[in-house]
Each structure stands twice: as C-alpha cells, then as structure tokens.
C-alpha cells in the first residue's frame, strides 16, 4: 500500500506564497502520475495540477501563477503556489497513482488533506 505526508498549507495573505508537499512511501515499484486537488467549502474536489514523465496539466484558474514539481528520489511532489488569491482558498489534496511492488497491482491514494487560507 501506499501513504501520503503533505504539510506547507497555511494562512496567507493575498498575493502572497506557499509550497505544498506531499511525500509517498509503501511498496512502490513505480509512480504513473502524482498530482494535487482542492475541495472549496460548497464546491466539488477539482484538479488543481498534475505530473507525469513529460508532462504537466493545470487547471485554468491557476496557470501562471502555480508550479508542480516532483523529485523522483525522494518520491515527493511539490506545488508553488505564488501569487495567492482569496478563491484559491481550500482543502489541497495529494493523489498518486502507483504501480505496486512484488505485483501488487495499482493503487490509486489520497492525502488527508491540508487547508489553504487566502485571507487579509
């Protein structure tokens, strides 16, 4: 099985920054994508970014001003978060999707979420 540590979330004023991260560990054999969500009080859970070997997806709402990284050694994943704006305000997720070890299939894992405040 898989578990994920996120920590970074906070209070921020707006305009300003913060770095999520999330760390997976378990019985990994390969990692397929890792990504991060946000679920807004009232609003469905939404892809915030994601990231694959090549490749990086956003949403709209946060291109240009959030950045998904990922260092492979470490099995974490980051996302920048500059330029903060009151609507990003939210529960962030971490999911990853993996390749279990010693056959053990695919796993699909969730965070337990850290929140995100925007606020003056």
């Known amino acids: 099985q898989v578990q994920l540590v996120e920590s970074g979330g906070g209070l921020v004023q707006p305009g300003g920054s913060l770095t999520l991260s999330c760390v997976a560990s378990?019985?990994?054999?390969?990692?397929?994508?890792m990504g991060w969500y946000r679920q807004a009080p009232g609003n469905e859970r939404e892809l915030v970014a994601s990231i694959r070997p090549g490749n990086t997806n956003y949403a709209d709402s946060v291109k240009g001003r959030f950045a998904i990284s990922r260092n492979n050694t470490k099995n974490t994943v980051y996302l920048q978060m500059n330029s903060l704006k009151p609507e990003d305000t939210a529960v962030y997720y971490c999911n990853v999707r993996a390749v279990l070890a010693a056959g053990g299939g695919l796993s699909d894992t969730w965070g337990q979420g850290t929140q995100v405040t925007v606020s003056s």
């Open positions: 378990g019985s990994i054999f390969s990692i397929v994508v």
